[in-house]
């Protein structure tokens, strides 16, 4: 399928062999994440880099702009994760996660990839769902999650030099790099393309 998002003017295509339910109304978009996929190239060049999370893209309007939603995962496994992602190709990529940790609870995660990814821990949530919401100012790119859907403190500002802006995809990913699977769940799904003034104010 090629649902229209909540909120978004623009449609957004599935990976192959992915199955993305839009619900009645528009109020969320919901998948399954495939057993053992996930987006990831190892900075030490040990594991293989994996491409085969479940994913679902548009191209991203010109300018600045904000996506966010509210992210709820049936967590299962370590590092089960429902994400916002930023995409120009298999190396240059960004992350937003809501994961399962090794230590047993939820987290705030952003990878990015430039040539190879890093990872980077920001917050524990205490529960089963946090929003979260990518924008773009500029050439640049700020990551920001939300115990409330209100406050909104920083998790990350960054670039990745090396894309070009016409490249860009944004959208949605669930993985499941270790488990069987997870059910992910992105809803009060919203796009604008007003410019985020303030990175540090909570806004």
């Known amino acids: 399928m090629t649902p229209d998002a909540p909120s978004k003017p623009f449609r957004l295509?599935?990976?192959?062999?992915?199955?993305?339910n839009l619900e009645p109304g528009g109020g969320s978009i919901s998948t399954t994440a495939h057993p053992r996929s996930d987006v990831f190239?190892?900075?030490?060049?040990v594991a293989a880099p994996k491409h085969d999370a479940v994913?679902?893209?548009?191209?991203?309007?010109e300018g600045d702009f904000q996506l966010s939603a509210r992210v709820t995962v049936d967590f299962a496994a370590d590092f089960d994760a429902g994400v916002l992602?930023?995409?120009f190709d298999e190396t240059h990529w960004g992350k937003l996660c809501f994961e399962y940790?090794?230590?047993?609870?939820?987290?705030?995660?952003?990878?990015?990839?430039?040539?190879?990814?890093?990872?980077?821990?920001?917050?524990?949530?205490?529960?089963?769902?946090?929003?979260?919401?990518a924008s773009r100012i500029d050439g640049a790119f700020a990551y920001h999650a939300s115990l409330d859907g209100k406050t909104w403190p920083m998790v990350r500002y960054f670039a990745i030099p090396e894309g070009s802006p016409a490249d860009?995809?944004?959208g949605f990913l669930a993985q499941s790099p270790v488990g069987e699977g997870c059910r992910v769940t992105f809803d009060e799904v919203a796009f604008t393309d007003v410019r985020l003034e303030n990175l540090r104010d909570g806004s």
């Open 41 to 45: 190239v190892d900075p030490a060049g």
């Open 101 to 133: 940790s090794p230590a047993g609870e939820p987290m705030v995660v952003s990878v990015v990839c430039r040539g190879v990814a890093d990872d980077s821990n920001a917050f524990a949530v205490a529960g089963d769902a946090v929003w979260l919401r």
């Open 168 to 170: 860009l995809r944004i």
């Open 85 to 87: 992602v930023l995409w």
């Open 55 to 61: 994913t679902l893209l548009a191209p991203a309007p």
């Open 13 to 20: 295509v599935p990976s192959p062999g992915s199955d993305w």
